[in-house]
């Protein structure tokens, strides 16, 4: 096969692999910082879970999924694939390790740990946004309506008491709206819903393909470079990569490569020798363009472990969480679910003119994601693993791989927390 190598500026040099929201953030920030970057996708621009995901800037989510009781509900995963989390039995096999390394994870001390590098994140999320908003021309997309967290008895708020005073603990707060309260501002919502939770803070993103299209739009008019390829190995040296191959057959040698590849980059950290317990997580929704509701907030349910969205293209009901792998059959009937269960929350919505959807976020064992270089090779840096908080920590993930290849420490982060080798 005949092959290219792609020449690159004087400039310093970076490869970036990805083109969901982390990749396309950490090129922007490093393009600010005087480098020649390259942003490799193997699909297309937002064709993971960057498109299609609730658009929620969850800012005080620094519950992790692993916690006190979790052990308890694990028979129930395996055994009903209707259930806002299941695991697939067959799956669950060759994710015993991972599964050990959840529930220790799970330990009220450790617990602590994770909250609190959850909370460095969220505390700069929404910040780190609004430069990048504001230079792609596209600060509408981020709708200053917070999410409703809905319970059909107030009663119901008690048996989530250990979250509502983990997010109190770190700063995270909410406002009590009783059911008039919540029927004022939400007429559509069900009579049979009690009360509500404002969650502060918590805004959504309008329509997160988007917001990522028009990231990359930006980033190359600026002078970025995007490639449609996928890559098919690193050429390395005992302490560093090279270059990298295309499966086209193109040669590409930059100073730094950084990882970003979501759910797929166990694929390409397995090439290098770097060990990332990285799980890809399905999640489903159904966009509905003609749903005859109208609401202004985002709307979590107790029970459901969904999401409600008011898009620009219509209504979105999608989340739960599905442990299968990234080669297994989607499993519809879990949208079709959670699209039933919506209307017993909104009564007036049509399920006429929708699309159903799955992806898969990549979901590491303690809910905290990998911003750090590579073990192995120092020019290689990781940020992945941001389970359902990516859109969340997208720009900030993107500052702070900056802040790494530029030995910079702007935000004053304790990076400890987001170790590749912490496991």
């Known amino acids: 096969m005949n092959t290219t190598h792609l020449e690159t500026s004087i400039k310093p040099s970076v490869a970036v692999i990805g083109g969901g929201i982390i990749g396309v953030t950490s090129a922007i920030n490093l393009l600010k910082r005087g480098f020649d970057v390259t942003l490799i996708e193997k699909e297309a621009i937002a064709a993971g879970a960057s498109t299609g995901n609730c658009g929620l800037m969850a800012v005080g989510e620094i519950v992790p999924i692993s916690k006190p009781g979790v052990l308890s509900q694990v028979p129930g995963w395996l055994t009903d694939p209707t259930r ?46 609004q430069p990048l908003l504001k230079s792609a021309g596209i600060e509408d997309l981020l709708q200053p309506y917070e999410v409703l967290y809905l319970f059909d008895e107030q009663k119901e708020i008690a048996e989530g008491q250990y979250d509502w005073d983990l997010r109190l603990k770190y700063g995270f707060n909410s406002e009590f709206l009783d059911h008039k309260a919540l029927h004022d501002l939400e007429p559509e919502i069900s009579q049979d819903i009690a009360c509500a939770m404002l969650m502060k803070g918590w805004d959504y993103f309008a329509d997160p393909a988007r917001l990522t299209k028009d990231l990359a739009r930006h980033f190359v008019e600026q002078g970025g470079r995007i490639r449609i390829d996928k890559v098919a190995q690193f050429d390395k040296q005992p302490n560093h990569v090279t270059d990298l191959t295309l499966e086209s057959g193109d040669v590409l040698s930059a100073d730094y490569y950084v990882i970003a590849a979501g759910a797929w980059t166990p694929l390409l950290s397995n090439k290098l020798g770097d060990y990332i317990p990285l799980e890809a997580m399905a999640g489903y929704n159904t966009t509905i363009a003609k749903p005859n509701v109208q609401i202004k907030h985002p709307l979590l349910h107790h029970h459901g472990g969904f999401v409600i969205t008011p898009m620009e293209m219509g209504i979105r009901v999608g989340g739960t969480l599905e442990l299968g792998g990234l080669n297994s059959k989607p499993n519809f009937k879990r949208a079709q679910a959670i699209v039933e269960k919506a209307q017993k929350i909104l009564p007036n919505l049509q399920n006429e003119d929708a699309k159903e959807w799955v992806g898969y976020r990549p979901m590491m064992p303690d809910t905290l994601p990998v911003i750090d270089r590579s073990p192995r090779f120092n020019n290689v840096i990781y940020a992945c693993g941001h389970g359902q908080l990516g859109i969340t920590y997208g720009a900030i993930s993107g500052e702070l791989v900056a802040d790494m290849i530029t030995s910079e420490a702007s935000m004053q982060m304790d990076m400890s927390f987001y170790r590749a080798d912490r496991f």
């Open 84 to 129: 806002p989390i299941s695991v697939r039995p067959l799956h669950a096999i060759t994710m015993t390790s991972w599964f050990m390394q959840f529930l220790k994870a799970g330990r009220p001390e450790n617990v602590q740990h994770i909250a609190k590098g959850l909370t460095q994140l969220s505390a700069a999320a929404a910040q780190a946004y």
